[in-house]
């Protein structure tokens, strides 16, 4: 990032080293800046262990081409890609450099593990391994995030889960995500208050967990 200079204008890293699933099951990011000169918006999280794999995404330009207004909500689900650097086929391979590194791609059928690793249930498909969830914040207030995941569940904290009185960051009352009620409705708890935070990479239960994570605007 200190290579590109001024063609980025706010970049961010996560402030734990990382994260595991069986522990967590999200992480919040620090703010990050952005204006009309600077609308692209770039992620990336290493995957732990693996060989080189990662999840993110690049360049998602964060201005509505129709309405030409920023995005007040945005989810992003991600896919494992492969850097290029390892010629490692599982989580735990040895260490394997390749030299030169081969071009950076995303796993896709064609080309994930023959062995079943990063593959869905039916062994063919390639499902993804991570969610990014971000809400646009006008002018220079800092967030405070709570401990529990307020972006799936705003009322996590609040001792009336039917009707807490938390507001979204873009002012918007707060409604369950239908993937948290499902959780909600598997987890036996009915109507009573969560007692976890939804599982943002419930589809990474394979995967030991997320490190380095970082997000850049360019």
């Known amino acids: 990032m200190e290579q590109q200079g001024e063609?980025?204008?706010?970049?961010?890293?996560?402030?734990?080293?990382?994260?595991?699933?069986?522990?967590?099951?999200?992480v919040h990011m620090p703010p990050i800046e952005t204006n009309i000169q600077f609308p692209y918006f770039s992620t990336m999280a290493g995957m732990d262990p693996s060989p080189d794999w990662y999840t993110g995404f690049y360049?998602?330009?964060?201005?509505?081409?129709?309405?030409?207004?920023?995005?007040?909500?945005?989810?992003?689900?991600?896919?494992?890609?492969?850097?290029?650097?390892?010629?490692?086929?599982?989580?735990?391979?040895l260490i394997s450099d390749l030299d030169p590194p081969i071009p950076i791609e995303r796993?896709?059928?064609?080309?994930?593990?023959?062995?079943?690793?990063?593959?869905?249930?039916?062994?063919?498909?390639?499902?993804?391994?991570?969610e990014w969830e971000c809400f646009l914040v006008v002018g220079d207030v800092d967030l405070v995030m709570?401990?529990?995941?307020?972006?799936?569940?705003?009322?996590?904290?609040?001792t009336d889960t039917?009707?807490?009185?938390?507001?979204?960051?873009?002012?918007?009352?707060?409604?369950?995500?239908?993937?948290?009620?499902?959780?909600?409705?598997?987890?036996g708890n009915g109507g009573d208050k969560p007692s976890g935070a939804m599982q943002h990479f419930s589809v990474m239960g394979f995967v030991a967990g997320l490190v380095g994570m970082q997000w850049i605007l360019a």
């Open 7 to 26: 063609q980025v204008l706010d970049w961010s890293d996560n402030p734990d080293f990382g994260f595991f699933t069986n522990q967590q099951d999200f």
């Open 59 to 93: 360049s998602f330009w964060l201005i509505d081409e129709y309405s030409r207004t920023w995005y007040d909500h945005l989810k992003i689900q991600t896919y494992a890609w492969d850097a290029g650097t390892d010629s490692g086929t599982t989580y735990d391979s």
């Open 107 to 130: 796993f896709i059928p064609r080309t994930a593990p023959a062995n079943g690793e990063l593959r869905g249930p039916d062994g063919e498909s390639v499902p993804v391994v991570g």
């Open 146 to 158: 709570p401990e529990c995941d307020w972006f799936a569940n705003p009322c996590c904290n609040e």
């Open 162 to 187: 039917v009707n807490c009185g938390a507001l979204l960051p873009n002012g918007s009352p707060p409604q369950l995500s239908a993937e948290y009620q499902e959780v909600l409705a598997n987890s």
